[in-house]
């Protein structure tokens, strides 16, 4: 069963959401950066692992960061808060915009 859950590391001020599978691995991750909620990271485990068997694993990580390998319930010091699979697609939708204009910002004519 997939889960949803966010919480905030205050040592660096970054907020964690996370889309986990039944055993607590993350699926999907999106980091935070306060104040602003400065997108950091915004990153698929699929997306990662295609992105690594077609070369392109540096591209990927340089635009989309990656997803932390040891499952949720080993973070020691968090108190992960539960989200709706709706909050967290608005996070995500929000972060990975944010990254893709950082890493192809537009121009006006």
Known sequence: MTRWVRCFW?????????ELDTDGYVIRQVELQEPGNKAL?????V????????GRLAEYENTYGLTAEPPISEWEGHDPQSLSANEFEVVWATARRQLQDRQHPRRDP
Request: glycine letters at 4%; zero cysteines.
């Open 47 to 54: 997306e990662w692992q295609e992105a690594e068997s077609n």
């Open 10 to 18: 205050g040592q660096e001020a970054l907020w964690f959401y996370f």
């Open 41 to 45: 990271a915004a990153a698929s485990l």
